[in-house]
């Protein structure tokens, strides 16, 4: 078993039985014969105007194998060991059933749309047809790959670091993909947002330079 949405703070389980290959340098004081993951944190966030259980869960002392970060209901891993928004719905992911003709789309680090029989049509950029072109990377995309954000999960303030040579621009939608709040971020600098009125669930920043591709990153507000 890897998740258990009906966990609470406190539960442990485990993952793999047994100490990995001998490739690997294992302490005997340290190093348990097994690995376990332990829930942390616990809630619901609201995506497409559902509420879905989530986790935060980390490896126990002395397990050797073992995933971290806040993983939800239905979708997966959403912040944690693979990094920013790598994926919010897992990139083996395929739905299909025989008859929907219901695609899936997207970027190798973000998502654009999802849908299926029981989830109505879900975007959380503002790409209409849930198109995303790749362009050749220019020093500013690249750029935005070095940005910094954080707390997340967040409560209060949220904060953003522009590492890039000019101002980086920052829309912020909520699950439902409505503009809600935007700001200005001048070159080297940050900018700390305070989200504490904001809902509890699920926001994606939509960054952007005058010459560079659109980043998005999530904000899971708690």
């Not at 047994?18 to 995506?47: F, H, K, Q, R």
């Not at 739905?95 to 899936?104: E, L, Q």
């Amino acid at each position: 078993m890897l998740y258990n949405f009906g966990a609470e703070v406190g539960d442990t389980w485990i993952i793999a039985n047994e100490l990995p290959s001998n490739d690997w340098n294992v302490d005997p004081e340290t190093d348990n014969e097994y690995s376990e993951i332990e829930v942390i944190a616990t809630g619901t966030i609201e995506i497409n105007s559902e509420e879905y259980r989530y986790i935060e869960v980390k490896p126990t002392y002395g397990s050797l194998l073992g995933f971290d970060g806040i993983y939800v209901e239905r979708f997966g891993n959403a912040d944690g060991t693979y990094g920013e928004f790598h994926r919010f719905f897992p990139a083996s992911y395929d739905y299909s059933d025989g008859s929907s003709g219901v695609a899936i789309d997207w970027h190798r680090t973000k998502l654009n749309c999802y849908q299926d029989n029981s989830f109505p049509k879900y975007s959380p950029t503002d790409l209409e047809d849930c198109e995303y072109l790749l362009t050749t990377l220019g020093i500013e995309s690249l750029a935005l790959d070095k940005l910094k954000y954080y707390p997340t999960p967040s409560t209060d303030i949220f904060t953003i670091e522009n590492p890039n040579s000019e101002a980086l621009f920052v829309d912020i939608y909520d699950a439902q993909g409505r503009l809600i709040d935007k700001t200005e971020i001048n070159s080297h600098d940050k900018a700390e947002l305070n989200i504490s009125n904001y809902k509890n669930g699920l926001y994606f920043a939509k960054t952007k330079t005058n010459t560079s591709q659109i980043k998005t990153i999530k904000i899971v507000k708690l």
